[in-house]
């Protein structure tokens, strides 16, 4: 089979195809032809700043071709997606039962590797907020493939204005299609009216201004691998809340909660209230090209690679 690799830390350009065996299923594992694969930032991140190569790993969708010993609720033919932390970019991959979820019908493997992963980060980040009906959100890298998710679940739990902060105004028209009310860029003095809740994807340098954005009393959820710091006295003079999440720590401490967020996310697909957007698509081959855009900022939506 083929997959993607890298030998040394850099950028899109040390990605590289190369053949491998196909990997068999041990214990708890599912065996999936993969028919697409989402790139994520964290991943891109990694193969620039982590000093030792890992595997690349990142949401999968495709058929199961095998099982392992211990598995129940699948078997081959079944159509899947999932979180795989080993080898993901590659036309085979293993994926933990306890992570996979079913594709409904109807549903393309596409569809699902821009709605799942990405859907559960931005439900559980929202979930994090305890938002009420009424407030107002704010959602940064509201263009990303999270961000674009999270902008329209912030709608659907109540909000009563959405803003989207984004790194240029030529996403403005995407997210207000999304159903924002406003648009602000990063790099603006004044990021508008307060908001009750935000939901931070970028971390870093945009942590200070997604704090200030926030109204006295009000919540950050820092969901973001970018950092960042925030002075304390920030949150004191204002009563605001920093609360960070992780989606990993749900799937395993909160194993129920986690499948229940997944069938909510289908809900809401099937009923027309979310929309998971695709900025491109790219083949195996391609793989240096879609880390460029995640690394770039250039995506609308989530960026698929297709073995």
């Not at 909660?257 to 909510?264: M, V």
């Given at each position: 089979?083929?997959?993607?690799?890298?030998?040394?830390?850099?950028?899109?350009?040390?990605l590289?195809?190369?053949?491998?065996?196909?990997?068999?299923?041990?214990?708890?594992?599912?065996?999936?032809?993969?028919?697409?694969?989402?790139?994520?930032?964290?991943?891109?991140r990694?193969?620039?700043?982590?000093?030792?190569?890992?595997?690349l790993?990142?949401e999968?969708?495709?058929?199961?071709?095998?099982?392992?010993?211990?598995?129940?609720?699948?078997a081959?033919?079944?159509?899947?997606?999932?979180?795989?932390?080993?080898?993901?970019?590659?036309?085979?991959?293993?994926?933990?039962?306890?992570?996979?979820t079913?594709?409904?019908?109807?549903?393309?493997?596409?569809?699902?590797?821009?709605?799942?992963?990405?859907?559960?980060v931005?439900?559980?980040?929202?979930?994090?907020?305890?938002?009420?009906?009424?407030?107002?959100?704010?959602?940064?890298?509201?263009?990303?493939?999270?961000?674009?998710?999270?902008?329209?679940?912030?709608?659907?739990?109540?909000?009563?204005?959405?803003?989207g902060?984004?790194?240029?105004?030529?996403?403005?028209?995407?997210?207000?299609?999304?159903?924002?009310?406003?648009?602000?860029?990063?790099?603006?003095?004044?990021?508008?009216?307060?908001?009750?809740?935000?939901?931070?994807?970028?971390?870093?340098?945009?942590?200070?201004p997604?704090v200030?954005?926030?109204?006295?009393?009000?919540?950050?959820?820092?969901?973001?691998s970018?950092?960042?710091?925030?002075?304390?006295?920030?949150?004191?003079?204002?009563?605001?809340?920093?609360?960070?999440?992780?989606?990993?720590?749900?799937?395993?401490e909160?194993?129920?909660l986690?499948?229940?967020?997944r069938?909510?996310?289908?809900?809401?697909?099937?009923?027309?209230?979310?929309?998971?957007?695709?900025?491109?698509?790219?083949?195996?081959?391609e793989?240096?090209?879609?880390?460029?855009?995640?690394?770039?900022?250039?995506?609308?939506?989530?960026?698929v690679l297709?073995?």
């Amino acid at each position: 089979m083929r997959r993607v690799q890298y030998e040394h830390s850099g950028g899109p350009e040390v990605l590289e195809v190369v053949s491998a065996e196909v990997p068999t299923p041990g214990p708890g594992e599912l065996l999936v032809r993969v028919d697409a694969i989402g790139v994520t930032l964290p991943v891109v991140r990694k193969v620039r700043e982590q000093r030792a190569p890992i595997a690349l790993g990142g949401e999968v969708a495709g058929e199961v071709v095998a099982v392992g010993e211990g598995v129940t609720g699948y078997a081959p033919g079944y159509r899947v997606t999932g979180l795989v932390f080993g080898h993901g970019y590659a036309e085979y991959a293993l994926l933990a039962a306890a992570m996979a979820t079913p594709i409904p019908d109807g549903a393309s493997a596409v569809d699902a590797v821009a709605l799942v992963r990405s859907g559960l980060v931005a439900l559980g980040a929202l979930e994090a907020a305890s938002p009420k009906e009424g407030e107002s959100a704010l959602v940064t890298a509201a263009a990303s493939g999270v961000g674009h998710l999270a902008v329209q679940l912030a709608r659907v739990r109540g909000a009563a204005r959405v803003v989207g902060a984004v790194s240029d105004r030529a996403k403005a028209e995407f997210v207000l299609g999304l159903g924002a009310d406003e648009v602000v860029e990063y790099g603006q003095e004044s990021w508008g009216e307060p908001v009750d809740y935000a939901l931070d994807a970028v971390g870093g340098e945009l942590l200070g201004p997604a704090v200030a954005a926030v109204a006295p009393g009000g919540r950050l959820v820092a969901y973001s691998s970018g950092g960042g710091t925030i002075e304390a006295y920030d949150l004191l003079v204002g009563a605001k809340s920093v609360i960070g999440f992780q989606i990993a720590r749900i799937a395993k401490e909160q194993p129920d909660l986690y499948d229940h967020w997944r069938q909510e996310l289908w809900q809401y697909v099937a009923s027309g209230q979310l929309r998971p957007a695709v900025h491109a698509e790219f083949a195996l081959d391609e793989a240096a090209e879609a880390h460029r855009v995640i690394e770039e900022r250039g995506n609308l939506g989530k960026v698929v690679l297709i073995p």
